[in-house]
């Protein structure tokens, strides 16, 4: 077996680097022999009018782009030992839409690729907050009563929820001061916890059908 390729399609650099910490956690189960790329975007983005056709010109979010990417990794990586993985997070949309329209995307245009769809709800931070073991090596004062009060996976601002646990107090200053500061937050918040993630401490259902999907895909690959 050749050196594995994983390519990671993100949203964006913060939930990216949570993704690549999880996969790579996955990854050496079944191989050292692998290389793992983060292709972080500028958001989610939209459907494009033209999937067909070329992205609109300027186009950064992950959706506008999605199509062309697809084509361009068939086109080189096509029956070789590549996984593509694509994140999104679901936001207000149903995640299983979601995950339906992306498999159907990549099976047209990526039909020689195994591409893994990883759709979080609502948010990255419901797998962060689905791991209490990283966010206490983290942040050994984190508020556990408030982590107790979350329904994992409910649509009930995620990043909000996790903002509370770690800040207490001082929460609700932060969610005042909105963008770009509040993105600040948020990657410092995902590049300490994910350090302390393990696939297996996770309790995210979201999490655990990409985790299902992830690793059917390593087993095909290491075994071609």
Request: negative net charge.
């Amino acid at each position: 077996m050749t050196a594995m390729r994983i390519e990671l399609l993100s949203e964006d650099r913060s939930g990216g680097n949570v993704l690549k910490r999880l996969v790579e956690c996955m990854v050496r189960e079944y191989t050292t022999e692998y290389s793992c790329f983060l292709r972080p975007h500028r958001g989610c983005g939209y459907w494009p009018n033209d999937p067909d056709g070329k992205p609109e010109p300027f186009a950064s979010g992950l959706l506008e782009l999605l199509p062309s990417k697809l084509r361009a990794y068939d086109k080189v990586y096509a029956g070789t030992d590549t996984i593509v993985v694509v994140c999104l997070d679901s936001d207000d949309h149903d995640p299983d839409e979601m995950r339906t329209k992306l498999r159907n995307l990549s099976k047209k245009y990526a039909p020689g690729l195994r591409t893994v769809i990883a759709i979080s709800v609502e948010e990255m931070e419901s797998w962060m907050l689905a791991d209490k073991n990283a966010i206490l090596l983290a942040y050994p004062d984190a508020d556990m009563n408030r982590l107790a009060q979350y329904e994992q996976d409910s649509i009930c601002g995620t990043w909000e929820v996790l903002c509370d646990v770690l800040l207490h107090e001082q929460s609700a200053r932060v969610k005042r001061i909105g963008y770009p500061a509040i993105g600040q937050y948020k990657s410092a918040w995902a590049e300490k916890i994910s350090k302390y993630m393990v696939p297996g401490n996770n309790v995210s259902p979201s999490f655990k059908n990409f985790q299902i999907a992830f690793e059917a895909a390593l087993k095909s690959a290491v075994k071609a």
